[in-house]
């Protein structure tokens, strides 16, 4: 078993060979920025960990970008600051268990650290199974990331960087799967307005090695052409994925246009774990809440005899009332943006009112209006997450009811209802 990274186990010669340092130079850093933090024998030689040879590594590589050794430094530190504010330091217990190895995955690519996030994963396959690791450490790695990046404690650029490390490692397993041993034809995508696709791509892979034809076509896939491409395949299910509500519109139109023309459909994603009541509005069978359950969940819809679940359109007044909306949509926009006083660019807040748009013509098509409340807090949140004072939002918020109430007239009290009870 390799010894932890932060064991003293390297003599100088060995980190000048795996850095291509100076001696002098290594000392000065350590003199003047406390990096590397060696441990010394009895007989005062300098031993180095793992850790520091990553750490030195990383140092290299931005100075090769043409940062200064200073600037370098800095950034280290604040990104090690940002890491322990996200990620709890792991305990003994942990370090050999699924938990532990996400974590300093995790912790690794807070940091950028790209070689040192390929040597957790490697020593991870080499304990778990494909399936343990894709789900315990990747999937839900990527996920807590997400979540971090909404509360305002990592930055895009942080969850974009762990997103795509994560994704090269399915698609170099998704490349190295052996032929398919079942007849079952699977396909898997992502509705229009979805580009979250993670989930999805890791539960093709979990196919793949049990042995299904599983066709992963991505994100956001548009309806031209499909009913050809569907004739063309045969597939035995058809799978989509929506992580957002505003993205469960396309994917339930998806749903009902695949159903239609004869072909099971089945779904999943975040959406529905946040909101169980949507699975009800969907054409198709629901593939429960985790990740973990889904393969046996897509085996049973496989080989059972159940009738695909069919569902009611939205009533009469609330299909109304969308159409009403969605003409007005513009123009309560532009209002909003062009109030006084509204601090920052209106370009932010025009985006927010998109947003905003998207969540109200969600809830209005899905007919879920008692989920507006929990949108409206949603967008709230990650804004204040994200550095906007509390005065702001709620002048924002003011400004786009007067908007909303203005534009839609009496038709606007359905709506104005559930942003009160915001």
């Known amino acids: 078993m390799a010894l932890p990274k932060n064991t003293p186990s390297y003599n100088l010669k060995a980190v000048l060979s795996e850095t291509g340092l100076k001696a002098d130079t290594i000392r000065a850093w350590e003199r003047r920025y406390g990096i590397p933090t060696p441990q010394r024998t009895e007989g005062g030689h300098r031993l180095y ?24 430094v800095n950034l280290l530190k604040n990104l090690q600051e940002t890491a322990s504010q996200v990620l709890p ?3 003994l ?18 940091n950028f650290n790209e ?67 079942l007849s079952e034809k699977i396909l898997l995508g992502c509705p229009p307005d979805e580009s979250h696709v993670f989930g999805l ?6 196919l793949r090695r049990a042995g299904y034809t599983a066709i992963y076509w991505g994100a956001q896939v548009p ?20 992580q957002r509500l505003s993205a469960v519109v396309g994917l339930q139109e998806l749903a009902h246009y695949v159903s239609d023309l004869g072909f099971s459909v089945a779904f999943g994603g975040g959406a529905f774990v946040y909101l169980p009541e949507l699975a009800n509005r969907i054409t198709g069978f629901y593939l429960g809440d985790e990740l973990k359950f889904a ?61 905003l748009c998207q969540n109200i013509d969600a809830v209005l098509a899905l007919d879920v209006l008692e989920a507006l409340p ?11 997450n994200h550095g906007v004072p509390q005065c702001d939002w709620q002048t924002y918020h003011t400004h786009f009811q007067s908007a909303l109430s203005q534009q839609l007239g009496f038709s606007s009290h359905t709506l104005l209802i559930f942003f009160q009870a915001e």
């Open 115 to 181: 070689r040192g996030a390929e040597d957790v994963l490697n020593q991870a396959f080499a304990m778990f199974s494909v399936e343990q690791v894709c789900l315990e450490i990747l999937q839900q790695g990527v996920s807590q990331l997400g979540n971090a990046w909404y509360s305002g404690k990592i930055t895009a650029q942080q969850e974009h960087f762990t997103t795509a490390l994560a994704t090269r490692r399915v698609d170099v397993l998704l490349a190295s799967c052996p032929p398919p041993i």
């Open 374 to 384: 929990a949108e409206i807090h949603w967008i709230e949140q990650l804004v204040k």
């Open 223 to 242: 309806l031209s052409q499909l009913a050809d491409s569907l004739q063309s395949l045969q597939p035995n299910l058809f799978i989509l994925g929506a």
């Open 49 to 72: 960990s793992r850790a520091d040879i990553e750490t030195l590594q990383w140092l290299v590589e931005q100075l090769a970008q043409g940062m200064s050794i200073s600037a370098a």
């Open 201 to 206: 791509q890791v539960l093709t892979l979990l």
């Open 295 to 355: 393969v046996q969940n897509i085996r049973a819809i496989l080989v059972g005899q159940n009738r695909q679940p069919k569902t009611s359109a939205p009533s009469v007044a609330m299909q109304n009332l969308r159409t009403q909306f969605r003409l007005a949509q513009e123009a309560i926009i532009q209002q909003t943006v062009s109030c006084e006083p509204l601090n920052r660019d209106p370009r932010f807040w025009r985006q927010i009112s998109l947003m």
């Open 89 to 91: 330091a792991p305990t």
């Open 93 to 110: 217990q942990s370090r050999n268990d699924l938990s532990g190895f996400r974590q300093e995955w995790l912790r690794c690519c807070l």
